[in-house]
């Protein structure tokens, strides 16, 4: 608490421990970043719509916001642990300060933590309002989805009662799910197109998506249903228009015929 | 009242030479009372509790019939116990006396008092030291069956009934083992003499709250063979009401479990606040003893929930009420709800005894002051405070309420600045500090990484969209793990091996130490980095089998758990052989301030012969430059 310690505290940034800190985290932070972000988006894969696509971005978009954060604790251990090691049975000599506190670090810390937190809020609510208003959309194709163990049945109640087990949607155009479970609670989860949602027995609950790619994409059940839950997986085949048509048709006549 | 022994409590208490009933009683006793009345009632029960009939619409004579025989074993367990003794002398007007007293904290009885309903802090300590590493044994053994299973695609070799009864079991007792593996044997052993007390407030609760979990561990290994818990830890309605008599054994075990904490709860809440030291103000109590407070005071709110769970599920299943049965009225959101608003707050009663377990080693092996003391509390208090407000976030997508999404993602993302205090207090105690190499040192960085990666893996699950995506695959899994096992149990690691000298008088053999300290800790980031990559290309948790895209992902995490197991062997061969014959342990082997270290090995009786007086807080390492 004598003079040479506040005038040390005046021109903190000189010290030698700072400084090494400083370029670590100049270093570290980008690579954090720039790991997280490439090993986490590459495992995801290929976006089937938007609602992924903005999934794959919110994580990418965290990943760069929490990398200063995760750079300079780890450029802080790093340096204490380069610092002032020792080894043996007997503890060394106690440091040659007592610093209890340092109200601008502390201070600094929790507002920093405080943005970060309302930035990361912010962003999420965005996301969540553009997903919220697509269930709203009137000229949305209709679909009823029922779980049970361990399958799903899709029902087109807009086209005939066609119902199917094999989820077929046309490509860019607007779908709303109506999702049940006629036993226990599974979870429909459709994942190339980031949307899932719990098949609750009892209740009808809704997500939507606008699948924007030709293909086949994985439907997987994500809640524990029973003896069989592994296997309660089926395909989606998103497909053009025409061939959408078409197949709604044959469906609709082998109904007929049955 | 320190050693006035006038004769020894084994002597002959009557004329007879009987002993006193209260020394008859210990753990052989409980096992055959508690096993009798469970077989008697179960006979009784047999023959006559009338069938259903065959118009019902459930059919639940077997699980009446389960439930009764699991709760005889109870009482009979606790009766043979000795449980009751205390009560019912005091109900009938004679009281128990001084020996009587002295016979019940232990008091020259050697390895018997493990066994026995002893009242000693220590001594219970011990005992839950030792329950604790039973349970994540065998928690550990189901792990690796687990990861044995799912090393190979397709190809598993468990049936997906036992497959799933392990994945539950697994969950369940791991969460036990969790809860209790801090404030069990450290929170009982070591939080009183660090206040400076002689015992806990309420020593026969102690006893009572090892006792219930000893109760109530029979039941969940019976319900392996009765059904198994088939159903993951949480255990949703209605997939439990479908699911075998093995939840049975569920109900019973989280009903005594959460008696016990509650009991324990109580107990150790009252101990810190009335019996600390002369002088011990709030801001001189050490670190460590407000992190077990934060952690058992979480769970007096928390675990009534719990309890209250399982009751009503019993009901469903054992007399047709429709408290979650939708077609009858009931709703498997209400489960929902009860279950996550004691299961998030859960997650804290892990983490933060752990954390400032840490937090209390973090001066004493850098040789200077914890940074920001004030900045700790108020972390420890905002993660307490918030994790009340934050359970709909496992319900995001259950479609329950979507309107409550986005309160929800606030609070929780709200959680991240406490937490980031918890990092301040680490990160600024290790700054400037004489590192002195240890294995609970380095804990301390093991902590900050792998919480580190779970806290911002939490971060994106707290994000609703992102959540809709991550939620009930291998991602979230991952994030707990790194929570509650890179974290909570590096943290418990960390405190076995510090305070292994005080507890047993012996050192912990330090080459095991680091051994199994970096095998643990490779081989964890193995596994579950291995993890996280195949829940983000979309594998589901809870799975026995798996799309071969999986493959190479499950491969990863199922050699990196092999490693950790070979790092606990080793760890509990190190526990084994230093408690047998390790070096003896000075008084103060870590020359550290806080008070269970200003008293002798083996710890006498009543810890102090005059309760000390403090004028500081425990930290004051460190000499300013002249």
């Not at chain 1, 010290?15 to 690579?31: G, M, R």
């Not at chain 1, 309660?232 to 609709?252: C, E, F, G, I, P």
């Not at chain 2, 002088?279 to 209250?308: C, D, E, H, K, Q």
């Not at chain 2, 905002?382 to 995001?396: D, K, Q």
Request: aromatic share 12%; net charge neutral; hydrophobic share 50%.
């Amino acid at each position: 608490m004598s003079e040479l310690h506040t005038s040390n505290k005046a021109q903190w940034w000189k010290s030698a421990d700072v400084k090494k800190t400083a370029i670590l985290w100049v270093i570290l932070t980008p690579i954090i970043g720039y790991v997280g972000t490439v090993v986490q988006l590459r495992s995801i894969g290929a976006p089937a719509s938007e609602v992924m696509a903005s999934v794959k971005s919110l994580m990418g978009i965290f990943t760069w916001a929490a990398a200063p954060v995760a750079g300079l604790v780890a450029a802080l251990a790093v340096t204490a642990l380069l610092g002032d090691r020792h080894y043996g049975d007997n503890p060394p000599e106690e440091a040659d300060h007592e610093i209890r506190n340092s109200p601008r670090a502390a201070a600094t810390w929790v507002i920093v933590s405080t943005l970060l937190c309302l930035f990361a809020l912010i962003t999420g609510l965005i996301v969540l309002q553009k997903d919220a208003k697509s269930l709203l959309d009137a000229k949305a194709i209709n679909i009823n989805v029922t779980g049970q163990q361990w399958v799903w049945n899709f029902d087109y109640p807009e086209s005939d009662g066609v119902r199917s087990e094999v989820l077929y949607l046309p490509v860019n155009k607007p779908v709303v799910f109506h999702i049940t479970s006629k036993d226990v609670k599974h979870s429909f989860w459709v994942v190339q197109m980031g949307i899932k949602m719990d098949a609750n027995p009892g209740y009808v609950t809704e997500t939507a998506v606008t699948p924007d790619k030709i293909g086949v994409f994985d439907i997987r059940c994500a809640e524990l249903c029973g003896l069989l839950h592994a296997y309660m997986q089926n395909k989606v085949h998103v497909v053009s228009q025409a061939d959408y048509d078409s197949w709604l048709k044959t469906r609709a006549a082998l109904e007929g015929a049955a | 009242m320190t050693t006035m022994m006038n004769r020894p409590a084994s002597a002959p208490g009557d004329a007879s030479g009987r002993k006193p009933l209260i020394e008859r009683l210990n753990i052989v006793t409980a096992l055959v009372v508690g096993t009798v009345s469970a077989i008697v009632i179960w006979q009784l029960a047999l023959h006559f509790l009338p069938q259903d009939a065959e118009t019902a619409s459930f059919f639940n004579r077997e699980d009446k019939i389960s439930l009764m025989s699991l709760i005889a074993w109870f009482v009979g367990f606790m009766t043979g116990i000795g449980a009751l003794i205390g009560p019912f002398r005091w109900a009938f007007g004679k009281d128990l006396n001084h020996d009587e007293n002295m016979f019940l904290a232990g008091k020259d009885q050697g390895i018997k008092r493990y066994f026995r309903y002893t009242t000693d802090h220590k001594v219970v300590g011990i005992q839950y030291l030792v329950i604790t590493i039973i349970i994540l044994f065998v928690g550990g053994t189901l792990a690796m069956l687990i990861r044995t299973n799912l090393g190979h695609p397709q190809g598993g070799w468990i049936h997906p009934q036992a497959y799933n009864a392990i994945v539950g079991w697994h969950g369940i007792i791991m969460i036990v083992a969790t809860i209790i593996m801090i404030t069990g044997p450290f929170g009982n052993f070591i939080m009183p003499i660090m206040i400076g007390a002689r015992d806990m407030a309420f020593p026969r609760l102690n006893a009572l709250s090892f006792w219930l979990i000893v109760a109530a561990i029979p039941p969940v290994f019976i319900s392996f063979f009765t059904g198994g818990i088939t159903t993951g830890w949480s255990a949703y309605n209605p997939l439990a009401s479908q699911a075998g008599l093995g939840m049975n054994g569920y109900i019973a075990f989280i009903c005594i479990f959460a008696i016990s904490t509650m009991v324990a709860g109580a107990n150790i809440t009252t101990t810190v606040v009335k019996m600390r030291a002369k002088g011990m103000t709030w801001n001189r109590t050490p670190i460590f003893i407000y992190g077990v407070v934060a952690s058992v005071a979480l769970a007096l709110p928390a675990f009534p929930v719990f309890f209250l769970s399982q009751i009503m599920s019993a009901m469903d299943r054992a007399f047709a009420t429709s408290f979650y049965n939708s077609a009858a009225g009931g709703s498997g959101w209400l489960y929902e709800n009860l279950f996550w608003i004691m299961g998030h707050p859960e997650v804290y009663v892990i983490l933060i005894p752990s954390v400032a377990a840490l937090m209390e080693m973090a001066p004493v092996f850098t040789r200077r002051p914890l940074f920001s003391f004030n900045l700790a509390i108020m972390g420890i208090a905002g993660i307490s405070g918030l994790s009340v407000l934050v359970w709909a976030h496992h319900m995001y997508i259950s479609g329950w309420a979507p309107l409550l999404n986005a309160p929800f993602m606030l609070t929780t993302e709200l959680i991240s600045i406490p937490t980031g205090m918890l990092f301040l207090v680490l990160i600024g105690t290790l700054w400037r500090g004489r590192l002195w190499m240890t294995m609970p040192l380095m804990s301390i960085f093991a902590l900050l990484w792998n919480f580190m990666i779970g806290g911002i893996t939490g971060i994106y699950l707290s994000d609703v969209p992102a959540d809709a995506f991550l939620h009930g695959s291998m991602y979230v899994t991952a994030h707990f793990h790194y929570t509650l096992m890179g974290a909570g149990l590096t943290g418990a690691l960390a405190s076995l091996v510090y305070w292994f000298p005080k507890m047993t008088g012996r050192m912990f053999d330090k080459t095991l130490s680091w051994v199994s300290f970096w095998l643990v800790q490779i081989g964890f980031n193995v596994a579950f980095i291995g993890m996280f990559l195949v829940g983000l290309a979309g594998q589901p948790r809870r799975v026995e089998s798996y799309a071969s895209i999986f493959n190479k992902g499950n491969l990863i995490t199922t050699m990196g758990a092999y490693t950790i197991m070979a790092g606990m062997l080793v760890l509990l061969h190190g526990v084994i052989s230093s408690w047998r014959n390790g070096v003896k342990a000075p008084m103060n082997p870590w020359q550290a301030k806080t008070l269970e270290w200003t008293v002798a090995n083996p710890v006498p009786l009543e810890n102090f012969e005059t309760l000390p007086v403090i004028t500081s807080d425990p930290y004051g390492y460190g000499k300013a430059q002249s």
